[in-house]
């Protein structure tokens, strides 16, 4: 069977890296320890193996689509549905008191990754189902808890989040969905909802759906606001379910992730959809909020897999494929010579690396921001704020990274197999349009780039930006202990300078009130500093594999290190520099994009 994960390069940053261990020394997770997470996580690949990646070309080629008011969905959703409950992947995270492991995140974070990686059409149905299941569980009341989410996190009912609505988009304060009070406790949900994944299928007999809407007479935009539960089907008294007056009206066929149902849903059409207020009236915006940043992480977390599996992919073909003759010194090549295999070719190796640093940086990447999220939960005070700032200022970045870097790397890898990776024969194609969806799912690259630059590096008078710098700055420290290292230490700190500057421009605008201009290039901004953050990790990276190599550690092969310090060398040649061409762009005085009343754009 084909590689789509490296189960060595993924232990090396949880246990070497990121130091999972040291989770386990407080009392949320003193349940595990590292034989523990390696019978999880080995487990995970064996469902994988078996079960997920032989069905995954198959669900593309027959995807889930709308047939007389029902979704039709591949058998691997309900089988999927069915062993995260059994392996308790949909409850790892969840307090003991709701039925959950109390797992770290990070070890969750590294098992999706797995199964994604394997088949990244399956694995948002338990995703979501883990997320409106901690919406309830964090703001609804104990009857919401006890009525909903057992059978969710079993995987036998499913959950989903109900934002979008066709006039609104990404706009929530346009949506229209109504709410009206009745006098036995319950409201009347009126509305539609696109977009809604997973909204739909045969194979769980009730949908939770966690949903937006507005109560009769709120007030307008965003501050109007409640959340909602509002069930598929209804649980009458004797606990048998009856339907709840939610209808799928379609489903929207897509470039990619096709065995991923992606639904329309009406609520309420003959004034009979029941819903449960979760939380105070007006609040649900900022309570989706918590599933909206799980989220964002899950959509990175695609990206990365997605690109992972085409790197593995493209790597085999590479190491099989015979053609063309290396060039020798003297510039001419031997015609006598037998066709070299394709990995020889320097082009060919060029991106191969760049897939290869790509995807492993975004996996310390997401690792790092899962484990700012299970600090949070457990340290307290400065610590926990610190965490919490990192966290929030990591989750623009952590969304974007591996979407659209990793559709560059995936890009790459069919550029490697050539005219055969765009042809059916081979999966790079369906590995280019499945990627190219995570960068437009919860929130374009777009609005986080705005979130970025107009929220997270201001909060707190830019003290989230601060702590970053000084984690950077312990790293080069670290780094500059090694001779071979010292070069790359060195350009991180130039770089880090480099960032301030096009910071100190900017903010030059954001105080005059300007926040239009200094917020018209924030894509650019996103780019330009995820590259730092990006080499920054690269650089830890290249800390840890070169003190293991000196200290002798037989935890992995001499050779595994030394792959890793000759991937960090190569971010820093072939992706850091990238930083000082879009330095000018966001340091330019010219404005060319901020609509003048002459519109120039036609």
């Keep these: 069977m084909a590689e789509y994960v490296n189960m060595d390069t993924l232990r090396f940053q949880l246990e070497q890296v990121h130091h999972l261990e040291s989770l386990f020394q407080y009392p949320r997770y003193q ?8 019978i999880f996580l080995d487990a995970v690949k064996d469902f994988s193996d078996q079960e997920l990646y032989p069905v995954f070309r198959e669900m593309d080629e027959n995807p889930a689509y709308f047939k007389d008011g029902k979704i039709i969905a591949h058998p691997a959703v309900g089988r999927t549905m069915e062993k995260m409950g059994e392996l308790g992947v949909i409850a790892a995270t969840f307090d003991h008191e709701d039925g959950g492991l109390q797992m770290p995140g990070m070890a969750l974070l590294a098992a999706y990754f797995i199964m994604e990686a394997a088949n990244n059409h399956v694995m948002g149905y338990p995703g979501l189902t883990d997320g409106a299941a901690k919406l309830i569980t964090t703001f609804g009341n104990e009857h919401l808890k006890k009525t ?46 696109i977009f809604i994944s997973g909204g739909d ?20 935009g965003t501050k109007g606001i409640s959340l909602f539960v509002v069930p598929k089907k209804r649980i009458a008294a004797d ?72 790197y593995h992919a493209s790597l085999q073909y590479a190491q099989e494929r015979p053609q063309g003759r290396r060039v020798m010194d003297s510039g001419k ?3 006598n010579q037998e066709p070299v295999l394709i990995i020889k070719h320097a082009d060919v190796r060029r991106m191969l690396l760049l897939q290869k640093v790509i995807y492993e940086g975004s996996l310390s990447l997401l690792l790092l921001a899962s484990k700012c999220h299970d600090l949070m939960k457990v340290t307290e005070g400065e610590e926990r704020n610190k965490n919490r700032l990192l966290l929030e200022l990591l989750t623009p970045i952590a969304k974007t990274y591996p979407t659209e870097k990793g559709r560059e790397a995936v890009d790459n890898g069919l550029q490697v197999l050539g005219g055969y990776g765009y042809c059916s024969d081979f999966v790079l194609q369906q590995y280019l349009r499945d990627i190219r969806i995570m960068a ?13 630059l107009g929220r997270k590096v201001t909060m707190e008078n830019g003290k989230a930006a601060q702590l970053l710098a000084a984690e950077m700055q312990q790293t080069i420290e670290q780094a500059l202990m090694f001779d071979e290292l010292k070069p790359y230490a060195r350009q991180l700190g130039e770089k880090m300078k480099l960032s301030q500057k096009v910071l100190n421009f900017l903010m030059l605008f954001a105080m005059k009130g300007e926040f239009e201009r200094f917020l018209s290039d924030a894509t650019i901004f996103m780019d330009f500093f ?8 690269w650089l830890e990276m290249g800390v840890v594999a070169k003190r293991e190599l000196v200290s002798g550690n037989t935890a992995f092969s001499p ?15 072939y992706e850091l520099p990238r930083m000082e061409g879009l330095a000018p762009t966001l340091m330019s005085e010219e404005v060319l994009t901020i609509l003048e009343e002459k519109e120039v754009i036609g």
């Excluded at 349940?31 to 390696?38: E, K, S």
């Excluded at 209808?247 to 059409?269: M, S, W």
């Design 530 to 537: 995820s590259t730092l953050v990006l080499g920054w990790l």
């Design 148 to 193: 909903y989410v057992p059978n969710m996190l079993s995987g036998q009912w499913a959950g989903t989040m109900c934002l979008t609505e066709p006039q609104a988009g990404s706009s929530l304060s346009d949506i229209t969905t109504t709410a009206y009070p009745t006098q036995e406790g319950y409201y009347k949900i009126k509305g539609q909802k």
């Design 440 to 452: 437009i799912y919860e929130g374009t690259t777009g609005i986080q780039s705005l979130d970025l």
């Design 201 to 220: 299928h045969a194979y769980n007999e009730n949908f939770i759906h966690l949903l937006l809407a507005r109560i009769e007479g709120a007030p307008a």
């Design 31 to 38: 349940d595990f320890d590292p034989d523990a997470i390696h």
């Design 239 to 310: 606990g048998s379910l009856a339907p709840n007056d939610v209808i799928t009206a379609g489903d929207f066929q897509k470039l990619g992730q096709r065995g991923y149902c992606t639904t329309h849903l009406v609520f309420g059409e003959s004034d009979d959809c029941h819903a449960w207020l979760v939380g105070e009236p007006h609040k649900g915006l900022k309570y989706m909020f918590q599933m909206m940043n799980d989220a964002r992480i899950s959509v990175g977390r695609g990206g990365l897999s997605i690109a992972s599996a085409a």
């Design 333 to 335: 090549k031997d015609p």
């Design 559 to 573: 050779d595994f290190y030394e792959s890793k310090v000759h991937a960090m060398k190569f971010f820093f040649k």
